[in-house]
């Protein structure tokens, strides 16, 4: 527990650094490096993809996608995404027809999730960060806010409260009471920050969306940790990896997150 409360505060600095301080360039390689991970951790790490040249080409592709949501890169999100796509569907059939005797059909379609979907998900808070004219830098942090705020809140609620158990074959530390303090929490918290960038940065946000994003994200939370539990168990691993120590891989970190931060941006799309 101290190792894991030491390393999250250590990377809170570190976020607010990437976020305030540094250079765009260095929180856009952050993301990138955080997608490559991801997409080898769902891939690799759980054996879904056991070809290695298709687990490459996932990777590949993952970094690319990230890499072209640089501020750096001048083409179009439109053609890039669209370049990925057909080279990720035509280089999978080329790998399955090479290795057609080891390699498994299905590795395909885990394969675009991989590369494509994981990534896209968490480049939704890339996407956020570069709202300049909404303040997205700060934006950011309440996607981030309603899903681990709101995790939180669940995890004391349920300590003190919880007796029924919300999935107890998938994650039986959850709790129904636990979900329910969550969403309360969650909508307190994002209300809240809400409020206070109205204050301090004239964001103009309206009070109900931050109770929205922070209810609807602490149940879409539990819905990413829940769905990505799930292909835990049923690949027979615990973790997805080790490099954030107490936390375990980026998936066991950013499951909330993939489903909180896609909905955020939406909602903020919508608004302004």
Known sequence: ???????????????????????????????????????????????????????????????????????????????????????????????????????????????????????????????????????????????????????TCALFTGLFFGKHKLAPVVSPKKTVEGAVGGVIGGALLVMLAAVLMNVFLDLELPIWAGAALGAGGAVLGVLGDLSFSVIKRQTGIKDYGSIFPGHGGVLDRFDSVLFVSPVAEILFRVIW
């Open 1 to 151: 527990m101290k190792t894991r409360v030491l390393f999250g505060v250590v990377g809170f600095v570190f976020v607010l650094l990437a976020l305030y301080v540094f250079p765009p360039v260095v929180l856009e390689l952050i993301v990138a490096a955080l997608c490559v991970l991801a997409t080898y951790e769902v891939l690799g790490s759980t054996g879904l993809v056991r070809n290695r040249l298709m687990l490459m080409l996932s990777c590949l592709i993952s970094f690319l996608f990230a890499a072209g949501h640089s501020s750096l890169v001048e083409f179009g999100m439109q053609a890039v995404v669209q370049v990925l796509v057909l080279s990720m569907l035509l280089l999978s059939f080329v790998i399955l027809l090479r290795f057609h005797d080891s390699m498994r059909a299905g590795e395909i379609a885990w394969g675009f999730f991989g590369a494509l979907i994981v990534p896209y998900l968490m480049l939704s808070l890339l996407r956020i960060f570069q709202m300049e004219y909404h303040h997205g830098p700060f934006l950011v942090l309440l996607p981030l806010l309603a899903a681990w705020g709101a995790d």
